[in-house]
């Protein structure tokens, strides 16, 4: 157990809805990343925020967005959602952001059918 | 970005076997982690290593960041060994590797 639990475990919604994933991090830690693994994309960085902050910004659709709250769990919605958002979506945390050790550690995951 | 490369794709081992995991990246990195990604789809922490040598058990791990390669050594192979091996680096985002697939048969 890595410590970091996301919820739900699984989602299954329709082409045009919206969700909303939810993440707590290793306690102490300051940093949370999501991620989507996709069959044909591969395990994709969507972002990372630091203490509420955003810190990084990697292959994020519009139709999402992200955020972390003061007690540092963090979520990620997902709007408008089509077919190809399908995907397994991790969360991750670490206790430093860039200059430190951001060793990350995973959640288990978040597996969304959209039908 | 950042290109990471893994190799081989697919492997398979008879239990007891010994290999080596590479990971080739196309810039430098502030870091570099390696994940196990069970048949579960857990991802499981196997090294942090930006630079140097690293064991844990049958497990090592080498990094030459002014090589910009990784290598993962596993020894004594176990069936529970069994899933995807990752590497993953850090450049202005972070970057996965596509992934070996390891089957360890008994």
């Known amino acids: 157990d890595s410590g970091v639990t996301q919820t739900p475990k699984h989602l299954i919604t329709a082409t045009g809805q919206r969700v909303t994933l939810r993440c707590s991090p290793r306690?102490?830690?300051?940093?949370v990343y999501w991620y989507q693994q996709s069959l044909d994309q591969g395990l994709q960085f969507l972002i990372q925020?630091?203490?509420?902050?955003?810190?990084a910004k990697g292959n994020i659709l519009e139709r999402f967005s992200a955020q972390q709250f003061p007690d540092l769990h963090s979520e990620l919605n997902l709007s408008s959602l089509e077919l190809g958002d399908s995907a397994l979506y991790f969360c991750?945390?670490?206790?430093?952001?860039?200059?430190?050790?951001?060793?990350?550690?995973f959640g288990p995951g978040t597996r969304l059918t959209v039908t | 970005g950042i290109q990471v490369e893994q190799s081989p794709p697919d492997l398979i081992l008879q239990e007891g076997a010994n290999s080596t995991l590479r990971c080739n990246f196309s810039?430098?990195?502030?870091?570099l982690q390696w994940f196990h990604q069970n048949p579960w789809g857990q991802l499981i922490n196997l090294f942090y290593?930006?630079?140097g040598t690293k064991q844990n058990g049958r497990l090592s791990a080498t990094t030459v960041a002014t090589e910009r390669y990784s290598l993962l050594y596993i020894s004594s192979s176990q069936t529970t060994d069994s899933g995807v091996y990752f590497c993953?680096?850090?450049?202005?985002?972070?970057?996965f590797g596509t992934g070996t697939s390891l089957t360890v048969i008994p």
């Open positions: 993953a680096v850090r450049g202005n985002q972070f970057y």
């Open positions: 306690s102490g830690d300051l940093s």
């Open positions: 925020y630091y203490n509420g902050e955003e810190r």
């Open positions: 810039d430098s990195v502030n870091n």
């Open positions: 290593i930006p630079s």
């Open positions: 991750a945390s670490s206790a430093h952001p860039i200059g430190g050790i951001d060793e990350q550690y």
